[in-house]
C-alpha cells in the first residue's frame, strides 16, 4: 500500500501534462510517442510486482514482562512526583501508596498495549498469527 506520500506524488503526476522527450545524437530534443510511453510505464511496474520482503522493525519487539516492569520502574518517581505536586496536603505514605496504586494499573495497560502493538504489527507485515 502506497504511503501518503507517494499517493501526493502519483496524484500530481496525473495532473501536470508532462511533455516526454529525449535528444538524439544531434542535441534535438524529439517528443516520444504516448504508447512507448505507456509501454515503458507496463515494464517498470512489471518489473517490480514482486512485493518487497518486509523487514523487521527493530524499535518493536514481542511484548515481555520484564520490558514492563523496567518502564514501570521509569515512571514510578515521575508518578510519586506528579502526585506529590498534585496533593500537597497528603502524607509521604499516602502518595506512596496512591503511586502504588497507579503502577497497578500502569503496568498490565502497558503489557496490554505492547501486545496490541506487536498483534497489528505482525498482521501488516503478513505474519502468521501466534498460537496460545
Known amino acids: 500500500m502506497p504511503t501518503r506520500k507517494q499517493r501526493r506524488r502519483r496524484q500530481k503526476?496525473?495532473?501536470?501534462?508532462?511533455e516526454y522527450v529525449y535528444v538524439d545524437?544531434?542535441?534535438?530534443?524529439v517528443e516520444v510517442a504516448e504508447?512507448?510511453?505507456?509501454a515503458q510505464r507496463t515494464a517498470s511496474r512489471n518489473g517490480?510486482?514482486?512485493?518487497?520482503?518486509?523487514?523487521?522493525?527493530?524499535?518493536?519487539?514481542?511484548?515481555s514482562w520484564r520490558r514492563v516492569?523496567?518502564?514501570g520502574a521509569l515512571f514510578a518517581p515521575l508518578m510519586f512526583v506528579t502526585v506529590l505536586v498534585l496533593n500537597r496536603e497528603a502524607s509521604?505514605?499516602?502518595?506512596?501508596?496512591?503511586?502504588?496504586?497507579l503502577m497497578l494499573i500502569f503496568v498490565p495497560f502497558s503489557y496490554f498495549m505492547d501486545s496490541m502493538m506487536w498483534r497489528r504489527y505482525q498482521k501488516r507485515i503478513g505474519?502468521?498469527?501466534?498460537k496460545r
Open 13 to 18: 503526476d496525473r495532473r501536470h501534462d508532462y
Open 69 to 71: 516492569l523496567k518502564r
Open 48 to 63: 517490480r510486482a514482486q512485493p518487497r520482503q518486509a523487514t523487521r522493525n527493530p524499535r518493536l519487539q514481542p511484548p
Open 127 to 130: 505474519a502468521a498469527p501466534a
Open 35 to 38: 504508447d512507448e510511453v505507456a
Open 92 to 101: 509521604t505514605l499516602a502518595t506512596i501508596l496512591v503511586t502504588a496504586q
Open 25 to 29: 545524437e544531434s542535441g534535438n530534443e
